[in-house]
């Protein structure tokens, strides 16, 4: 190896060393998460409590709705019990095997939630637009295999993506540390946001329309199925404020690393990302307050004759 080759190799080594500094604790950035984390853990664990006892102990019947509703509650309160030890782990800046196992199970809850709620809008459509092949597609046993196999896959893909994130790098907790472009992150911004926004908007688009066609031809219920369209928006605009940003650095911070930006660029990106994630995370306390609204109004609904024949059979 010639001495140009080895100064090249020298000065990415100390570029590396002076830009993994960006995946050091920022002490403004700790005591954000601790001022937004406590509330967020403390509210959402009651509220999404609440969520799965109303689900499992106090209605009646189950559809395939109330499946997938009663999955991402569950997949909610696991990634709110990773929060605290994300605060710790932080702080401390330990490195063992536990926090790769908390690691791991904040990704699978967090993206199981991104699909649990594509999956329900995606059955809420074929269950407006289709309504008559909705009753013999749709059943609370689909929806229970769906939800199984969809956490056989994302424990499967995150366990296999952070061993082998393992054995290339050591183990730093709720941080990227290497300046080497992340494959995983690209594609979960791809897999895990681009494609669930995309189906996402269109089922959500798709059965604004057709309610609005239902808000013409039964003018008596037009304050009941503007909530219902409300609700849908609402959803949609949670779900794209939650995520939109961090997948937004996720995408900035591997074109940064693949064009081997400035260490200060790195650096502005890391916290950039650190706070869009603290954005991201408090989706788990809007989707329970969702749970609230759907069901409200689908009891208000029930009260109507209407809305019993249609948002109970073809919604629910």
Not at 141 to 150: D, E, Q
Not at 185 to 206: D, K
Request: hydrophobic share 50%; net charge positive; with cysteine.
């Amino acid at each position: 190896m010639n001495t140009k080759s080895q100064l090249s190799i020298i000065k990415v080594r100390n570029t590396e060393m002076n830009c993994t500094s960006a995946c050091n604790s920022n002490s403004s950035l700790v005591l954000i998460q601790m001022v937004v984390y406590i509330p967020v853990f403390i509210t959402g664990s009651i509220l999404n409590i609440l969520a799965l006892w109303v689900f499992c102990c106090k209605l009646s019947k189950w559809t395939a709705t109330r499946v997938y509703m009663t999955n991402l509650a569950i997949a909610d309160f696991l990634f709110l019990i990773t929060l605290p030890f994300k605060i710790m782990f932080r702080v401390q800046n330990w490195k063992t095997p536990v926090c790769l196992f908390l690691e791991s199970a904040y990704f699978i809850n967090r993206y199981m939630s991104i699909f649990l709620i594509t999956i329900t809008a995606v059955d809420r459509h074929m269950a407006i637009k289709y309504p008559l092949k909705a009753k013999h597609v749709r059943s609370p046993l689909k929806s229970a295999v769906a939800c199984g196999v969809l956490w056989v896959i994302m424990i499967s893909i995150v366990c296999v993506t952070k061993y082998s994130e393992v054995r290339m790098q050591p183990i730093v907790c709720f941080r990227k540390c290497s300046i080497e472009p992340s494959k995983p992150a690209f594609a979960s911004v791809i897999w895990g946001f681009v494609i669930p926004l995309t189906i996402l908007s269109f089922c959500s688009i798709q059965s604004t329309k057709k309610l609005m066609r239902k808000k013409e031809t039964h003018p008596n219920e037009k304050k009941l199925i503007q909530k219902a369209i409300n609700i849908i928006f609402a959803n949609m605009a949670v779900f794209i404020i939650c995520f939109l940003p961090l997948h937004v650095a996720h995408f900035v911070r591997f074109i940064a690393d693949s064009m081997k930006a400035s260490c200060i660029a790195i650096h502005n990106i890391a916290h950039f990302l650190q706070v869009a994630g603290i954005i991201a995370n408090t989706n788990c306390c809007f989707d329970a307050i969702c749970y609230y609204l759907v069901n409200k109004e689908f009891q208000e609904a029930s009260e109507i004759k209407y809305w019993t024949r249609t948002l109970n059979s073809e919604i629910i």
